[in-house]
């Protein structure tokens, strides 16, 4: 049996995908509303853990601003596991501004320092050498690391996906995590066989979603060939092909109570 992963009262690669909802907010304002939208799926049990996009602040390069938002954010949550991202701009991220390695590194390194953030997503490809550095720092600090990869043009040959997400396991990642983008009904075939394979070869849960509306099967099946996680809005997306949490939750359960 493949090794689980647990944060707080969740446990990923056992049972049905956890459902992650995204928080975006530009200021402290938006962030309010969020949570209130937020706030009957955290109260349901529906949502398992909440995203905070650190990237669509208004200014994030402000680490003073970010992790007094920080604090907010996580002591609203109370006992729902928070996952802390910065998406840059190469991978889909909001922020307009300029945010390089440094300030990148800056970032994380607050979040994980904090004791705040139960999880934190870093990114695998834009700043070479890194990633192994932030997992490290992660894991030091027993914050789980989500360790990301997105392709909003295309889907990788099934070979590369399935390798990518091997190698993020092999640098320390707690959830591999690859999202890619269907041109094609193939494309999200070989997503999911990638999935299923990277599964088989990895010791521990991955996370993998094909975006947009052609990918949404992934959204819902990852049950089924291994994916430990999947993401629902509440109110506005944060990726192509986000469906609403209530119906996710719903689809989950459905297919979660057929395969037992």
């Known amino acids: 049996m493949s090794r689980t992963v647990r944060v707080k009262n969740l446990i990923f690669g056992e049972g049905k995908p956890k459902l992650c909802i995204p928080l975006m907010g530009k200021n402290r304002q938006e962030l309010e509303q969020g949570l209130a939208e937020l706030h009957p799926f955290v109260e349901s049990g529906t949502c398992d853990l909440v995203e905070w996009r650190v990237d669509h602040l208004d200014r994030p390069e402000d680490t ?84 990301s990869s997105h392709d909003f043009v295309k889907t990788p040959s099934r070979q590369e996906m399935a390798g990518r997400l091997v190698r993020m396991a092999e640098l320390g990642a707690d959830l591999p995590k690859l999202a890619v983008t269907p041109n094609s009904p193939e494309d999200l075939l070989e997503l999911l066989c990638a999935t299923q394979e990277a599964s088989r070869k990895i010791d521990g849960p991955v996370v993998t979603m094909s975006m947009r509306g052609m990918g949404l099967l992934s959204r819902i099946a990852g049950e089924c060939f291994g994916s430990a996680m999947t993401f629902g809005a509440a109110g506005k997306a944060s990726a192509p092909g986000q469906i609403d949490a209530g119906t996710l939750a719903e689809m989950l359960e459905v297919l979660h109570q057929n395969l037992s």
């Open 64 to 147: 003073a601003y970010t992790m007094e938002l920080l604090e907010f954010v996580a002591s609203r949550l109370q006992n729902c596991p928070l996952l802390v991202t910065f998406r840059t701009k190469a991978e889909g991220g909001a922020y307009a501004g300029v945010f390089d390695a440094a300030a990148y590194r800056k970032l994380l390194e607050g979040v994980i320092a904090s004791g705040l953030a139960d999880l934190v997503d870093i990114e695998l490809l834009p700043f070479a050498g890194l990633a192994e550095r932030l997992i490290a720092a992660a894991k030091k600090a027993g914050v789980a690391a989500v360790v």
